[in-house]
């Protein structure tokens, strides 16, 4: 029951995105359309299980040990960095025009901060290895909930009638931003 709620919380609660504030490169950037920023979504929740998962054998049966935990930015970077180059092999191989559409935004797995941040909170919360898992994985759903309805609501927005003034990025951080307070609406909802 306290891994569901702690998943929950992650998706809806403490959004990366739109309560956390992490990941906003990529949610900003790869929003253009639906498919886009689903593929995106499936490749940081894919880097953020994984993550999750080595993040914790790294801390617990090497840091640790060896007395050097206060090294665990460092080591969850090369961690991170190491997946995101495995995603975009596979991406690459398996799916051409999916790896052209992410561009440059597909190795800026590596430096996006939810990602690093999802670890670091495990880290922090002490929690166990199925539960740092559960919890990379809500946060990646969150993550991906989040940018697959901004896409689709910028894609019904292109084809509206917008103000010259607000046309492009200034209409889409104030999208972004009534999104962020509707998930203020979640707030209280679960407390773990």
Known sequence: MQTLLIFMSAVLVNNFVLNRFLGICPFLGVSKKTDTALGMGVAV???????????????????????????YNI????????????????????????????????????TNC?????????RDNNYGFLTSIIHGVGAATGFTLAIVLFASIRERMSRSNIPSAFQGFPIALITAGLMAIAFLGFTGLIKV
């Open 75 to 110: 080591a969850y970077i090369l961690i991170i960095a190491a997946l995101v180059q495995l995603v975009e092999m596979f991406i690459k191989r398996s799916s051409p025009s999916l790896y052209q559409a992410l561009g440059i935004y597909l190795p800026l797995i590596t």
């Open 114 to 122: 939810a990602v690093l941040g999802v670890t670091v909170l495990n």
């Open 45 to 71: 929740t894919f880097v953020m299980a994984l993550a999750s998962a080595a993040a914790y054998i790294a801390e617990y049966y090497l840091l640790r040990p060896l007395g050097i935990g206060y090294l």
